[in-house]
């Protein structure tokens, strides 16, 4: 058993900044993670950081950019949180010696990006992620904060009053990759979850094999809903064999897409009159695959992105890594000829629903990063928006959850007198109904924090033994393979509704074979197969998310299209889609949308670029 | 879903004479089953080898706890290829579809975690960055060398962190600006002469690679003397910060224990000239020694 002030799961750059944050506040900090901190998916970040930094811009700019990229989606109070302290944390890396690209003047450089009123993309090349997640960890070695690496968090101790807004989160329970060992982690004062992306819900992404939606699944589980998850970004530049993320920075400097014809689509077939290849991603990405299905995509599947023009010393000089890229991973050079991409799902704006200072509805449970929900990104994230999501909402859960002092928020978190219920059309049912009975032991008298750790660490026990006694059944890659492919199949850029409900019938499937899911490795040692299969029982949740609330949001707003429903419909959907376990029978309902400012309302406008 | 629903009764009907019993039977059920479970994929790697299009993999593999992996041997995988295939894949594509057990650290699949450096036909590489079809075959497929292997191709990494933290390896100046919003300026030169050593990825391929790693447990190794070369050559840092970086990196086991073999730089999935990012460093240490003398 151990003991901490704060435990933060996860180590990429939010977990990073929150572990900072709080031990700086005094509090005593572990973290604990699936990966060494520099193995975390922050480091394939490329583009950069959005701060409103230079004479010209200012954060109210930046607000206004991202809510519109949001598609008006987003809460004002967490856009403008991320817009007025990205500039202060943007120097703090840079104080932390960040090898930031540099202006002959010697201040930090910055350039285009789509979506974006003002050339405010803080970059190190096209590595800015690497850079960011390093000069974070450094200071984490500096501070000597206990890191519990290659430790898999199975779940949350989290008590189980029956309404989620009155359960406290008390620690975690991990497993220990090297021995087996599962292990308690007791957190005095908070639990911060870090824990990234769930691109591996899809099967063509830019997401690591890690990026699994853990957080976001546990905290699921643990009765706190998860917000707008149908809201899946696809970058529209790809790699099309890997997936790999060739950056927006290409375009930001000038790259050029063209389609089989050689157009310059963006412009020639209207798809954005001003901003063309600037557009926002989401934009973008329709827009490709528009050319693809109308038979003129290159081999039918992607379009060029071409850089050449630009110049060999320009783009070694902000661009290198690309290069290594479409070489490593496609086999182009990018300074002769064009690089094939298509869209990609890069980036999940939904996940775990927390208020601008990352605090849910679970008491001494916080979210951060990607996998949680404040929401800054709305319906579509504007490219240079995570990395600054991740220092400034790090740092102020890692502050809060030590104890310090926050101005009250003004999102409401878990179910409120402004809730509205709401309904999924399911042709199958949905969760795992057979769960209801065997949580029949919850309402009983408060427990004590040291109980509700001792029971989640025995059930943990108790579910690793039973994975590794079986042994016939169905494998974990069969099971997340087919979840995979009907994601993609069916949840993808465009959606229809008698696909989005066959992608509920595969899921419900898939579940199913999962209840005869069984380990193949005996060993206790570095057993991958174990931890994979408790990961693939967190991607058929995340999936069934995802489809829940792409089937109900009945409209078109930002990266979520519908065949059915070709309008933005502000009447109705200026709300966010909120899904919770409640117990196994996944219930969906809504909260509206905070569009109110602090000098300003936000009005949503018609969006073109 | 009956086999599973059964076994326990008959488990429960015998704990209660002979406990240790019921769990020795399952046990030996188990390892029965296991052992007709690698029969069976004995069999699938037989008909697959019969296929020309496929790639021929010998992986290396030792489990300290399983029974008949205690040894380490090698172990056949014939992956049918697609273009563009790389060792990573095809290390995936044999333990999703032949074995579940076979164990590999791996995360981004492109070359920025630094997860899955190992030794492929005699070299240190990554696998996620090396295409197949560059290799010959049989591809050996083996964990990084001078490292204590944990399981089939993961190694412990341990030293290796220890040796990246042992050269304070985080930015230190004592002229940082006042200002909340006041940045250091670096010139566009100097963060270009630091610029390669910032792209390491903890891979750990350099030291696996080193003669002198192997033989002298202490030496700092290539990927740490880098790691001190990057802020030891960042001007914003400031030369009595330097200074101290220099002394880090001369102490016993530093910079004058590496023989310029290039061995590392040879290796390194992301072109850090290392060899001469360490002689770089001896020069300033000698420079630094004279003007003390």
């Not at chain 1, 930090?108 to 090349?125: C, E, H």
């Not at chain 1, 600054?388 to 102020?396: A, D, H, M, N, S």
């Not at chain 2, 002229?175 to 010139?187: I, K, M, T």
């Amino acid at each position: 058993m151990y003991e901490y002030d704060v435990i933060v799961v996860g180590a990429g750059g939010a977990g990073l900044r929150a572990a900072i944050a709080a031990q700086e506040a005094g509090a005593d900090v572990a973290m604990v993670t699936k990966l060494h901190p520099v193995r975390s998916h922050t480091g394939a970040a490329e583009g950069g950081i959005n701060a409103a930094l230079r004479e010209g811009d200012d954060w109210e700019l930046h607000a206004y950019d991202t809510m519109k990229g949001a598609d008006y989606l987003a809460d004002a109070p967490a856009a403008e949180a991320l817009t007025q302290e990205s500039p202060a944390e943007v120097i703090q890396l840079e104080h932390w010696g960040m090898a930031f690209s540099r202006d002959d003047d010697g201040r930090v450089s910055q350039r285009p990006f789509g979506g974006l009123s003002f050339p405010r993309t803080t970059y190190a090349g096209a590595e800015t992620g690497h850079h960011l997640l390093h000069t974070l960890y450094e200071q984490v070695v500096k501070r000597g904060i206990d890191v519990f690496d290659e430790w898999y968090v199975l779940n949350l101790a989290v008590s189980d009053e029956e309404r989620p807004e009155d359960r406290t989160c008390h620690g975690v329970v991990a497993y220990e990759t090297a021995t087996g060992n599962v292990e308690a982690f007791t957190a005095r004062d908070g639990v911060v979850l870090a824990t990234g992306g769930l691109g591996q819900v899809y099967d063509h992404t830019t997401n690591a094999v890690a990026n699994t939606g853990d957080g976001v699944a546990m905290a699921y589980r643990a009765g706190v809903p998860a917000e707008d998850m149908e809201m899946i970004q696809f970058h529209p530049t790809t790699l099309p064999s890997t997936g790999v993320l060739i950056s927006e920075g290409v375009r930001g400097e000038g790259g050029i897409l063209y389609n089989e014809e050689g157009e310059r689509f963006m412009f020639e077939h209207g798809y954005a009159k001003n901003d063309g290849e600037l557009a926002s991603r989401d934009v973008v990405s329709r827009a490709e695959l528009t050319e693809v299905n109308a038979g003129r995509g290159i081999e039918d599947e992607y379009v060029h992105l071409d850089m050449r023009h630009l110049g060999e010393e320009r783009i070694v000089d902000r661009l290198e890594n690309i290069l290594h890229l479409a070489a490593d991973f496609e086999g182009v050079d990018g300074l002769e000829e064009p690089m094939p991409v298509k869209p990609g799902q890069h980036y999940a704006m939904g996940g775990i629903e927390t208020d601008e200072y990352g605090r849910t509805c679970v008491d001494g449970l916080y979210a951060v990063g990607e996998c949680a929900c404040a929401s800054v990104h709305g319906s579509n994230r504007l490219g240079g928006n995570a990395l600054p999501e991740l220092i400034v909402f790090g740092k102020r859960a890692g502050v809060h959850a030590a104890g310090g002092d926050t101005d009250a928020p003004r999102i409401s978190v878990g179910k409120t007198d402004d809730s509205e219920a709401g309904e999924v059309d399911a042709p199958v049912e949905l969760g795992e109904p057979w769960r209801a009975d065997a949580v029949a032991d919850g309402g009983a008298a408060a427990e004590t924090a040291e109980a509700v750790v001792e029971r989640t660490l025995e059930r943990e026990r108790e579910r690793i033994e039973r994975l590794l006694e079986r042994d016939e059944g169905t494998q974990h890659a069969e099971i997340r393979a087919a979840v995979q492919h009907t994601m993609t199949e069916n949840v993808n850029v465009f959606r229809e509704e008698s696909a989005l409900k066959q992608a509920l019938v595969d899921i419900h499937a898939a579940r199913e074979r999962y209840r005869d899911v069984y380990v193949a490795d005996p060993s206790s040692t570095y057993n991958t197969d174990l931890i994979q299969t408790i990961e693939t029982r967190n991607l058929l949740d995340i999936a069934e998310m995802i489809t829940m609330g792409a089937l109900a949001r009945e409209e078109f707003r930002g990266a979520h299209w519908r065949k059915e429903f070709q309008e933005r419909r502000d009447d109705e959907w200026l709300k966010h889609t909120m899904v919770s376990w409640s117990d196994g029978s996944p219930e969906l309902w809504y909260k509206p949308v905070v569009l109110e400012g602090e000098n300003q309302t936000y009005e949503p406008k018609e969006r073109s670029y | 879903m009956s086999t599973q629903r059964q076994q326990p009764e008959t488990e429960s009907e015998s704990a209660e004479t002979e406990g240790e019993t019921a769990t020795d039977r399952r046990l030996d059920e188990k390892r029965r089953r296991a052992e007709q479970r690698e029969r069976e994929r004995v069999e699938a790697e037989q008909r697959a080898a019969a296929d020309a299009e496929r790639y021929h993999l010998k992986v290396f593999r030792y489990d300290p706890e399983v029974e008949g992996k205690q040894e380490p041997r090698f172990d056949d995988f014939h992956v049918p290829y697609e273009p563009g295939m790389t060792v990573l894949d095809a290390l995936i594509y044999a333990r999703d579809e032949f074995d579940a057990s076979l164990t590999f650290r791996h995360s981004c699949r492109q070359a920025i975690c630094g997860s899955d450096a190992l030794f492929v036909n005699g070299r240190q590489r990554l696998g996620c960055q090396t295409q197949l079809s560059d290799l010959d075959q049989p591809v050996r497929i083996e964990p990084l060398p001078h490292q204590d292997v944990v399981k089939d191709l993961v190694v412990d990494m341990e030293h290796f962190y220890d040796q990246m933290e042992a050269v304070e390896p985080y930015f230190q100046t004592t002229d940082r600006p006042d200002g909340e919003l006041e940045e250091q300026h670096q010139s566009r030169e100097n963060r270009e002469k630091i610029k390669t050593s910032t792209r390491c990825i903890w891979c750990g391929a350099c030291m696996s690679s080193c003669n002198i790693a192997a033989g002298d447990n202490e030496y700092l190794g290539p990927a740490a003397i880098n790691k001190a070369y990057r802020f030891a050559m960042d001007e914003r840092e400031g030369e009595s910060m330097k200074q101290r970086r220099l002394e880090i990196i001369e102490q016993e086991h530093g910079v004058w224990r590496c023989q310029t073999q290039f061995s590392c730089t040879e290796v390194c999935p992301k072109d850090i000239p290392l060899t001469e990012h360490i002689q770089e460093l001896k020069r300033e240490a000698v420079k630094s020694n004279l003007k003390f003398w």
